[in-house]
């Protein structure tokens, strides 16, 4: 039987404000056990997918890209906030609930045609998700699916993602 992972992520009550339940895979990640299933999990969900490359969106998805892209005997590109990347990059903004944000990727992360998953913790609105995708493509890339550990459903996310093959492992349909 396999480790269930809900068990395993914490809810973190008003974070980060109020009447937020923030879902929280750090104690996930410190759980060897339920840390080696989620990345077990994760290959199994995107087996049937073809793909060169994980991209991993900071911070969280870095942890299960990375372990992912071992797994699975991929190279790794790193998505990464605004002013972190030392090398030439791209830059790809989205809204947010309140305002904007950016995500940059190297100009030379991504080979015209090679195809790329994209992972991160979790999906929410999809804004972020949505914002790597187009990196890649940008880049020209080919998004070959999608990858979360978590998904909040009753946000909507996965409507954002549409035409993406989308694997999530844990979902919650309610805050």
Known sequence: MA???KKHIREVPDFPKKGIGFKDVTTLLAHPGAFRESVSQLARAVGSL???SVAMIESRGFAFGSALAHKLGRGVILVRKPGKLPAAKIRQSYALEYGRDALEMHRDAVRPGRRVLIVDDLLATGGTALAAARLVERLGGRVAGLAF?????????RK???????KSLVHYSSE
């Not at 550990?149 to 996310?157: H, P, Q």
């Open 160 to 166: 954002k993602l549409k035409g993406y093959p989308v």
């Open 50 to 52: 073809k793909f060169d």
């Open 3 to 5: 480790l269930s992972l």
């Open 149 to 157: 550990v978590v998904e909040l459903d009753f946000l909507g996310g």
